[in-house]
């Protein structure tokens, strides 16, 4: 009887060990698909950048509760991020606060770090008709690990500098 329990509880442990083993097995192998995921979509310029946290220039970093993006292709940049901090000037329309633009004029520099991830600095030319859509945004600096993590500074000319941490993701078409 003796002999009995002790066979049970080593094929008990087993089967605990065997699920385990291939429990971490899908998770490694999950991570390395999510991973690769998220290099091509850095490399072929075609992600979303979804802010979930500010960190202004002056005061208190904060949550975000509504959803604001930046969304990057080949072609186009989309600007839907909030402001807190001191501006030098007022806006055009004051109903339309926030970073908030549409430009087809930029530049695009992305560059591999050593432990994987990338630094992405995008500049708006000022190029489009209307200028105000892009208003003061010098430059955004987009620094993604490898995992999807993200922080995103924005440097305008007549606003203090606002940083944004949030993930990227696939675009939706």
């Known amino acids: 009887m003796k002999t009995l329990k002790n066979i049970s509880a080593l094929l008990l442990l087993a089967f605990i060990s065997v699920g385990i083993a291939n429990a971490q097995g899908t998770r490694k192998e999950r991570k390395a698909a999510h991973v690769e995921e998220i290099k091509k979509i850095v490399e072929a310029q075609n992600y979303v950048f979804d802010a979930n946290y500010v960190n202004p220039m002056r005061g208190v970093g904060r949550a975000l509760t509504s959803n604001y993006d930046l969304v990057v292709s080949k072609d186009t940049i989309i600007a839907f ?24 004029h930029f530049t695009y520099t992305s560059i591999a770090g050593k432990k994987g991830g990338w630094s992405v600095t995008i500049k708006p030319t000022g190029k489009d008709k209307n200028i105000s859509d892009w208003r003061d945004v010098q430059t955004m600096r987009l620094d993604i690990s490898p995992d999807g993590y993200a922080s995103l500074q924005v440097i305008s000319s007549n606003r203090d500098p606002i940083s944004f941490n949030g993930t990227i993701e696939k675009r939706k078409k």
């Open 81 to 104: 991020l909030p402001y807190f901090g001191r501006a030098y000037t007022a806006p055009y329309n004051p109903t339309e606060g926030g970073i908030k633009f549409t430009n087809t």
